[in-house]
């Protein structure tokens, strides 16, 4: 029956909502022993990889990731299986690698759900290699590619901060006030208004940093 593998699957992951990883991680094999043809098999496999994250053991979930996309490598989630190999590895400080993977994902599948934190995370991978122009780049494509995606307030400030460390203060006002304007219900939108006069400010603009500083206050 269907039914079982299907109902052996639910219990697993009910077992890793309750946080109780070691039944749920012996449930998840459990169904990939018994049923390793059914429709559960490759999801029970991807799971792996969330219990042990769910646990914060960072190199048994990239190695759960890793066998997943062996097993299953034309199964749907070994694209999401990819994504969260990189994201062990970025975990564990090994940036050089998650790059890789973060940069695969972008190039084989552009179009999927999981690119856009691939794109985020590979412009954190960038930044954190001492790559910084190269963050910058990839920081500025994913706005201008992603402006409604929920990473991009975070991406324009970040962004803004850039500009402001390198004394380059007209281009971090625009940025800071973009982010403002166009993310105005974002928590990082009043942050913005406050570095926008700055940046200003610092460009001896002072009457401009008086519109974004009043404006702050008047919000």
């Not at 697993?12 to 018994?34: K, M, N, S, W």
């Not at 999801?43 to 990889?49: D, E, I, Q």
């Not at 166009?182 to 940046?199: N, V």
Request: charged letters at 30%.
């Amino acid at each position: 029956m269907p039914e079982r593998s299907r109902a052996a699957y639910q219990a697993a992951e009910c077992l890793r909502r309750l946080r109780q990883f070691d039944d749920a991680r012996a449930e998840f094999r459990r169904v990939l022993r018994t049923w390793p043809e059914s429709e559960e098999a490759p999801a029970a496999a991807y799971a792996l990889g969330l219990v042990a994250e769910d646990a914060g053991d960072w190199a048994t979930a990239e190695a759960a990731y890793e066998t997943m996309r062996r097993q299953f490598p034309r199964h749907a989630l070994a694209v999401t299986a990819l994504l969260g190999q990189g994201r062990a590895r970025y975990r564990q400080g090994r940036f050089a690698a998650a790059l890789e993977d973060f940069e695969q994902l972008l190039e084989r599948h552009p179009d999927h759900s999981e690119a856009e934190t691939a794109g985020v995370l590979r412009v954190w991978c960038l930044y954190l290699l001492g790559r910084e122009d190269a963050a910058v780049e990839a920081a500025r494509g994913f706005a201008e590619r992603q402006p409604k995606s929920e990473w991009t307030p975070e991406i324009l400030f970040w962004l803004g901060e850039q500009r402001f460390n390198r004394r380059q203060w007209n281009e971090a006002e625009q940025v800071f006030a973009s982010l403002a304007a166009e993310h105005s219900t974002s928590p990082l939108a009043d942050r913005a208004l406050y570095w926008a006069g700055r940046s200003a400010a610092a460009a001896k603009e002072y009457r401009r940093a008086l519109e974004y500083y009043g404006k702050l206050a008047a919000q």
